[in-house]
């Protein structure tokens, strides 16, 4: 993966709080692997919604429970299939590798999202 993961550390020793972009299902199989709950947002090149999530999606990485990872169906179209993606943004939260949560309706706030994550951390 080229971005660290919010569990690895800067070189000054903080923590880094962003999502993390999946560039293929390896980098999916690796993330599964290292986290129990992941936040997988599915976009595409051009989608307006994706970009104004972006903001969203780093506000939730700093302040939730878990790992935020985005990545772009059009160039993981395995990884999208696998999902059944059918629209873009498309949401998923993973607990264990299990999806137990969807969210596939168009822009989410942080706080739907913190909420959806803190919720099924809990579990």
Known sequence: MSEPTPSELTGDGRATHKPVQLHDVADYD???DAHDLVLLEFVTSGCGI???MEPVLTGVARSAPGVVA???AGLVPDLAAEFGVQSVP???VLRDGDEVARLDDGFQSTETL???LETHAAH
């Open 30 to 32: 690796d993330l599964l």
């Open 114 to 116: 913190v909420d959806v």
């Open 70 to 72: 985005t990545v772009n």
């Open 90 to 92: 498309t949401l998923v």
């Open 50 to 52: 994706c970009a104004s």
